[in-house]
Structure formats: C-alpha cells, structure tokens
C-alpha cells in the first residue's frame, strides 16, 4: 500500500486494506465519506465497528460490518453487504474508470445507506438502501480493493443527514398504530430510533387538526389539517369556522380512511368492490394521482372480467424509484411541495405567528410543519404549556434574517440564500439549526462553508493547500 502526502492519495495493492484514525466517523453509526478513485474494478469500502489491519480481507471477517463495492463483477455491478450476506446486487451502478479518477461518496445514516457521484453528499444519489436491523455502531472506515490496485484520492469525512426520500417513507408505518377505536395514536419514537415525527402520525390525529370530517349514517369524526388536504386537493373549507366540517353522509369511513390515508403517507390498501367509492370520493375532492391510479386499475379489472365485488386488498402508491436525487422535504407524494411553501408566503391556513421581540412579526406559520422539522417545536407546540394553545409566539435574541431562513427551509427543504461565502447569516443559521435540532439544515450549512473552504483559490489569497481534504 502506497500513502503520499499524508493520506491525500493513496493506493490499495490486491486483497488489503487502509485504515486510519482519521478514517472515523464523528458520531457512530453516522457519517459520510467522499473520495475519488481509480479502478479497472471493485473499490471497495468496509464501514467497521473497530478498524481492522492492512492485510484485512472482509471475506473472512466475522465481526459486524457494511461493504459497499463499486464495479464489482468485472465492473459490472453495485454490491452491499452486511456482515458478509449481500443484500444488495444491482447491474449498470456506480462503475469504476481506470484511466481517471471519478468522484463518489458514501453516506450511512442509521443504516440507510445512501451512495452517489460527485464531489457533493446528496446530490447525484446512484442507490438508496435501508437496513432493516441497523447496525448504529459502525464508525471506521476501510479503503480496500479485490484483485487489482485501486487508487484513492481527495479523502474527507464529515457528517452525514438523514436522506428523507427514502428515509420517511419506511419509518411512516412505523410510527402509526390503531387506538382501539377505529383511528391512530402517535409513538414518541419510530424503530429507527429518529427522534422526529412523520407525517404519517398526523393521520387521524387531533395533534393541530383545524378540519374534521363527519363521514357515513354514524356520523364518525374523523380530524384532519388544511395545510395537508390542502396541498393534493381541493377540499371544501368553511373559513368562519375554527375547525370546519365536511360532511359525507353516504361514504363510508373505510374509504374516507384510504383516501386519508394516501395523502399522508403515499400509499394505501382498498378492497376491490369499494374502488369506485373511492375514485368518485378523490375526484370529488380532485386528488388527481389517486384518481387516475384507481381508472388504471378499474379499467384493468374490467378488461380481464374480475368480480367487482371481490374483497381483495389492492395496493395504491405514490411511489416512483427512489434512486434518484433527493430533497430534505419530508412530505411525500401525493402532497404538491410548491402549495405548501405557498402556504407560507401567503399565510394560508396558518395556526401561529411567530413574533422576534424588537422585530415584530415574522411570518404566520403552521404548527405541523415546524413539529414535523424540530422536536423543539414539536414539544412547544405539545407540552400543555402556553405556546400549545396560543396562536401567537414571541422569541428573544434571535437573529431574524437567519431566524426566517430556518422557518423558509422547513417548508421547502432547500436553503433559498445566495451564500457563496462564509457570512455572520450562514453561522447564525448553522447555530440555529443544531438549537433547533433540525440536522439537515445543520447538514446543508457545514455543505456550503466546507464548499467555500475547499476552492482552489479564495479572494482572500489562502493557497490551495488550506482544502479540508486528508
């Protein structure tokens, strides 16, 4: 094995292995590595509990561990295994070149393992994978090669953010369970142990609810919130009232409860014989992608001649491939991202004005959505406490340019600034997102100074040998 300068380049011989203490994760279980390599085939890296030697060979390690290996099969193929099972083994991925080195990272967030090209975490995502039984203590990571010299270059580790795209839409269902009474109750903390809520645990949950629906004969309650029907759909609002009623006497709840149900998660089961119920309830309400995925299905079932009166589950989704880039928002599909971030600018449907004392007001807000970004929020807004009730809070010693950029991010998962350098707003708003607890901002900040650190040149006159690389 070859090092120069400092662990700046590096080349692996055949079956060995680079470790490092600088090769370490800031927080276990969590943490990104960027890199460029040149390879005919197989780079390869072991994410370990503890680091192994030079001579390590992952085939014959027993000890818990993540191998991600780019161009395997004669660089024909993206593997990941885990503790030497593979699990993941797709053709066309993340291929290596040989005659010049090509940029990647490797992000693993509490088993989500997330791999991309570019000198930039996040962007370009070639494949998305989440353990199901993460492994929370991995933090060294190994630069190892299979049968050819692979070189590495240009080596840093930082930290790493959760990947929403995928990341909320497997923890969604974890986080809902029945009340015994026909609706849902939240848990405080999903299997994956984030400390955040979903969106799914607003399903038919009283938690900020400002609209209800009142739903067959029975007349069940059924609680809902504007910013979210509103965001898919066009549903009948009273604004005179505080909480207004919409009434469908002749749907019964199981189909108002599937249509709830895909708004706020994506997806949702339906039997056969209530899918026209539920396409005349989503084009009364126009939720124009649960429309035409049940004319898709109908229309299938016509064609083959199946029993409309079947009760056979069928699966709707708003899926789509997740292997693709992807954005901080939380809210899934069917949910119109544009609408909801319009909702802040106009103040629709809002439920609290957030106040800075000598500023004045900020801007009208909704308390899902902070809730849905920051457990601080979320516990404000929840704790009994003066602030669950009231539709006006006052903050003291905030900065209120990067107060503002905060909220505006929580609304559109992107940092809406021109920041090019390091500015007092940018370091305000990296402070304000690790007091709030909102890690992805906290991500999107540490991206931009460690962007601005690295240029080859900076208007400052620092050489090019101040870049955070090893």
Request: glycine share 6%.
């Amino acid at each position: 094995m070859k090092v120069e300068e400092k662990k700046r380049s590096i080349t692996v011989a055949p079956f060995e292995c680079a470790w490092d203490e600088e090769f370490r994760f800031r927080e276990t279980g969590r943490g990104c590595i960027t890199f460029e390599a040149s390879a005919h085939n197989d780079v390869t890296l072991v994410f370990r509990e503890q680091p192994g030697s030079q001579h390590y060979h992952y085939k014959m390690d027993n000890s818990r561990h993540y191998i991600v290996i780019l161009g395997s099969h004669r660089n024909k193929r993206l593997k990941i295994e885990v503790d030497g099972k593979t699990v993941v083994d797709v053709a066309g991925i993340g291929l290596c070149c040989s005659s010049s080195f090509q940029s990647y990272w490797i992000s693993i967030y509490d088993g989500l393992i997330s791999i991309g090209q570019g000198r930039h975490p996040n962007n370009n995502i070639l494949f998305q994978w989440l353990d199901p039984d993460p492994n929370r203590n991995v933090q060294y990571v190994g630069l190892s090669s299979w049968d050819k010299h692979v070189g590495y270059r240009n080596i840093s580790l930082m930290p790493s953010a959760p990947q929403n795209s995928i990341l909320w839409s497997q923890i969604e269902c974890a986080y809902v369970e029945p009340d015994g009474a026909g609706g849902h109750t939240r848990k405080q903390e999903s299997k994956d142990g984030l400390d955040q809520r979903a969106l799914a645990n607003f399903l038919e949950n009283w938690d900020f609810s400002d609209s209800i629906f009142v739903v067959g004969s029975e007349r069940k309650v059924v609680p809902a919130h504007k910013v979210v029907l509103g965001s898919c759909g066009d549903f009948p609002f009273n604004l005179m009232m505080s909480r207004p009623a919409i009434e469908l006497p002749s749907v019964s709840y199981p189909v108002l409860h599937s249509l709830l149900e895909y708004i706020y998660t994506g997806s949702t089961q339906i039997s056969e014989w209530q899918l026209v119920s539920l396409l005349e309830l989503s084009s009364q309400f126009k939720v124009k992608p649960l429309v035409m995925y049940c004319e898709e299905i109908i229309g299938c079932l016509k064609m083959s001649d199946a029993v409309s009166e079947s009760s056979k589950k069928i699966q709707l989704s708003s899926g789509g491939s997740q292997a693709h880039q992807f954005y901080y928002f939380p809210f899934k599909a069917p949910l119109n991202t544009q609408k909801i971030e319009q909702f802040l600018v106009n103040g629709e449907h809002s439920d609290v004005n957030i106040y800075v004392n000598g500023h004045g007001l900020v801007t009208h807000a909704h308390k899902l959505i902070l809730s849905l970004w920051s457990m601080t929020f979320d516990k404000m807004f929840t704790n009994g406490m003066k602030e669950s009730s009231a539709s006006n809070v006052f903050f003291e010693d905030v900065p209120v340019e990067a107060f503002f950029l905060l909220i505006q991010f929580m609304y559109s998962g992107e940092l809406k600034v021109d920041i090019e350098e390091i500015t007092p707003v940018l370091v305000e708003l990296l402070l304000l997102s690790d007091q709030f607890g909102i890690t992805a901002l906290q991500f999107e900040c540490c991206k931009r100074i460690m962007e601005f650190l690295s240029k080859d040149s900076c208007p400052t006159g620092r050489s090019s040998s101040t870049r955070a690389n090893f």
